[in-house]
């Protein structure tokens, strides 16, 4: 859109000091790319008609905005320029909202966040009993990416469940199992150990379906008893507390951006994205999980 009013020193400095290649964006991907809102919320801001872009209010979505030329406002305030992008990794614990706030007052993983001065959000969700990884990041394109079902990222959880499956219940998981939604892909299942008369077992998905791995569990007789997220794409949790977070190093960052890039190029090539990994070599007895790695982390107390 062209900018009818004249840029004087009352003015704020572009959003961006050139141009996006073509020159335009869109206003809702503008909106949450400066941490303001997620891309949703922005989009709610857009229809509620809060937002206007050189003095005119604007309620279509997919409006475009140039950030060089261009001035928007929300509720009659100027955006701030765009902030660099964030990758955080929390081990949320148990009995806490995946969200960042909750209309009944419950902890939430915005409560693990103190000295956090970027608005980030959760990428996935894990069930309010339920613990491990969770990625926060303010880098929106990057998030719905990482959620799309069809880039098929991999979630890995070790899990504790009630009895010892078999090895034909393990094939029937590693196959997929029929659920009220349909039949699942194939999973990767690995023993652990047994623990009394119950059980832990590692196991890779790469669907998204709510409480999906408690509902795989439960087809083939087995419930989950705990649940923690340990991996997610090149990510994991490796020594992290429950209640501590850490920042990605570059390397986890950079090796996040490159998976969703070999997804979409495969998508857009008619390949199948996924990346199949060869089947654990099924051994007599149980599996010793790994050594986890350490990094530094920053541990909050909630009350």
Known sequence: MEEKSKRGSHNPLPLAASPLPGGAVRLQKLIAGTGLASRRK??????AGRVTVNGKVVT???TKVDPGRDHVKVDGKHLSAAQPFVYLLLHKPKHVMSTLDDPGGRTTVKDYLRGVSVRVFPVGRLDFDSEGLMLLTNNGDLAQALLHPRYHVPKTYLIKVKGVLSDEEIKKLEQGV??????????MVKKIRKVEANSWLEITIREGRKHQVKRMLEAVGHPVIKLTRVRMGPL????????EFRFLTDREANALRELVEQRVAAIEQGADPMVRQKRPVRREGWA???KAKKYPAKKVQVA
């Open 42 to 47: 922005s989009e709610a801001l857009i229809l």
């Open 60 to 62: 279509e979505l997919g």
């Open 178 to 187: 029929r659920l009220e939604d349909g039949m699942t892909s194939p999973a």
């Open 236 to 243: 994991s949790l490796g020594s992290l507390e429950p209640g």
């Open 288 to 290: 010793r999980p790994g």
